[in-house]
């Protein structure tokens, strides 16, 4: 018998549909406060079955980065896309099939352990729905979030340059702050407001909150010997801002979906460089710098 369970992400409906007796929501906790029991307006249909088989009917077209773990892509003649999910240990963990706009994908999970299966189920719906809602101007973003006074800063790097270490320092430091989101937050922009939303999606901190807020600044964060900050110019923002969306380059919908939606971004949200040390001088120099008033 079947399991139907509907969330709502950024504002965007999604359903997952659990084939198997032995697959069901509980694969994905980190996705419930995010359930919804209206299932009308679904834009994105994941179907888990792991009697489904690829049929390998391409060769690999690139690599999705996912925190460390590279994860095989191949586009098929009909523009629909399959995917290898492999965590650090080079397991698979899952693999999944869409249709050529991401609106319906199904996802296999070939692991044993829930670990793995949690993880391959956890990174073909994350995959999916970037690349689905990419069109709406909605980005996935490599980040960690911090919210102040109702306003959203998010701290952009490459894994281990401390961004959550930043984002510590403001809790701990600059005061009022909670943490929104501290690896995947969705940026939305709708009629000239860029809003930052948590996910189901967070790394290694486990902070799966269903809450918004307006973007107040991206933050660049770079270890340094001394803490200095300036604001970036339009063209060096954009160079900053595009590797930490989550894309694929050899995707043209995909690509210039998340193009458009950086520059429109960059239209109403300042981008800054932090160059700092991992210290509370860092954060109150950070937050005096881009605050929001």
């Known amino acids: 018998m079947s399991l139907r369970k509907c969330y709502q992400i950024a504002g965007h409906r999604l359903a997952i549909v659990f084939l198997d007796d032995h697959n069901d929501d509980s694969l994905l906790p980190s996705f419930a406060p995010f359930l919804i029991d209206d299932t009308s307006d679904v834009t994105l249909t994941v179907t888990v079955d792991d009697t489904f088989q690829m049929q390998r009917s391409t060769d690999e077209v690139g690599q999705f980065d996912?925190?460390?773990?590279?994860?095989?892509?191949?586009?098929?003649?009909?523009?629909?896309?399959?995917?290898?999910?492999?965590?650090?240990?080079?397991?698979?963990?899952?693999?999944?099939q869409s249709n050529p706009d991401f609106s319906a994908?199904?996802?296999?999970?070939?692991?044993?352990?829930?670990?793995?299966?949690?993880?391959?189920?956890?990174?073909?719906?994350?995959?999916?729905?970037?690349?689905?809602?990419?069109?709406s101007?909605?980005?996935?973003?490599?980040?960690?979030?911090?919210?102040?006074?109702?306003?959203?800063?998010?701290?952009?790097?490459?894994?281990?340059?401390?961004?959550?270490?930043?984002?510590?320092?403001?809790?701990k430091h600059v005061g009022g702050c909670d943490l929104m989101n501290d690896d995947n937050p969705v940026v939305r922009i709708q009629d000239g407001e860029v809003?930052?939303?948590g996910s189901p999606w967070s790394g290694k901190t486990p902070c799966y909150r269903n809450v918004q807020a307006p973007v107040g600044a991206f933050v660049r964060i770079q270890q340094r010997p001394e803490n200095q900050i300036k604001r970036l110019d339009p063209l060096a923002a954009y160079t900053e801002l595009l590797p930490a969306m989550s894309s694929m380059k050899w995707d043209h919908r995909v690509y210039s979906a998340v193009n458009n939606a950086i520059i429109e971004l960059l239209k109403h949200v300042g981008v800054y460089e932090l160059g700092c040390l991992p210290?509370?001088?860092?954060?109150?120099?950070?937050?005096?710098?881009v605050k929001v008033s």
């Open 66 to 96: 996912c925190g460390g773990c590279n994860h095989g892509v191949y586009q098929c003649a009909d523009g629909s896309y399959q995917f290898e999910v492999s965590d650090l240990g080079g397991v698979l963990c899952s693999t999944m």
């Open 105 to 135: 994908c199904t996802v296999a999970l070939h692991a044993e352990t829930f670990r793995q299966r949690n993880y391959g189920l956890n990174n073909a719906m994350m995959m999916a729905f970037a690349f689905c809602f990419a069109t």
């Open 137 to 171: 101007q909605t980005l996935l973003v490599h980040a960690s979030v911090i919210r102040k006074d109702g306003v959203g800063y998010l701290m952009i790097a490459p894994s281990g340059t401390g961004k959550s270490t930043h984002t510590f320092m403001w809790f």
């Open 195 to 197: 809003t930052v939303y």
């Open 279 to 289: 210290n509370g001088d860092a954060a109150l120099l950070c937050y005096n710098t």
